[in-house]
């Protein structure tokens, strides 16, 4: 089955990239997405990206894939005190349901 | 504001007893999807309704049920509970109109057994 993988925190100073990253084990991922997790809310999507592209820049957001490593970055430019929260990555294949990673909680230090 | 609503916001129950959460989906969705996010397993997937019928399953127990209505809301079924049911539970939906195939969360039911 699928097996989504990330580290389960960071820690980062205001200003600085935070880079989450992410590996998923099944090779027929169609998208590949993050989302994010605010205290006591649901999830929000941040980006996706499509398994034949090896990067998407959206503003402050670079994602990565190595589609080769089966792995995936999220870097967040100059990051700030609101950006503090879960990032999810996920895969979806042919279904449309979604195989989240374990979450990776962001704290960005003033 | 995500559009997709669910309620209640927060459960207390005793084990074996059943509950019933609810979700109401974005104006004009088909698609709804069901989640757990539990400390030690994770956000995994349930199960998804398509205008109203089952569409796909995932690592849903045997004693969970969903149904999506024509008024496409959906409900899931929890029964005989477990102190290990404890746990958020999300609704999603989705228009299915992108082809990456975007899904909005709700706020979560915190469920806790007791």
């Known amino acids: 089955g699928e097996d989504v993988e990330q580290s389960l925190f960071l820690s980062v100073r205001e200003g600085d990239s935070s880079v989450i990253n992410c590996t998923y084990t099944d090779s027929s991922s169609t998208y590949l997405y993050w989302y994010k997790q605010e205290p006591g809310a649901g999830l929000q999507l941040l980006t996706y990206?499509?398994?034949?592209?090896d990067m998407k820049q959206d503003q402050r957001l670079t994602v990565l894939l190595n589609k080769k490593d089966k792995h995936l970055s999220l870097r967040i430019a100059d990051t700030q005190t609101g950006d503090s929260a879960i990032y999810f990555c996920a895969e979806s294949t042919g279904a449309n349901n979604l195989f989240f990673g374990t979450g990776t909680r962001l704290t960005v230090i003033p | 504001d995500s559009g997709v609503t669910q309620t209640p916001k927060h459960l207390i129950t005793a084990t074996g007893q059943r509950v019933t959460l609810r979700c109401s989906p974005r104006s004009g969705d088909l698609s709804v999807y069901w989640y757990q996010q539990s400390l030690d397993q994770g956000l995994q997937f349930l199960i998804q309704?398509?205008?109203?019928?089952?569409?796909a399953k995932g690592n849903i127990l045997e004693r969970f049920s969903a149904q999506q209505f024509p008024d496409l809301h959906s409900e899931l079924n929890l029964s005989s509970l477990e102190l290990g049911d404890s746990a958020l539970y999300f609704c999603a939906s989705s228009g299915g109109t992108t082809a990456y195939n975007e899904q909005f969360f709700g706020p979560g039911t915190r469920l806790t057994v007791l």
């Open positions: 990206i499509f398994s034949n592209m």
């Open positions: 309704y398509y205008n109203g019928e089952e569409r």
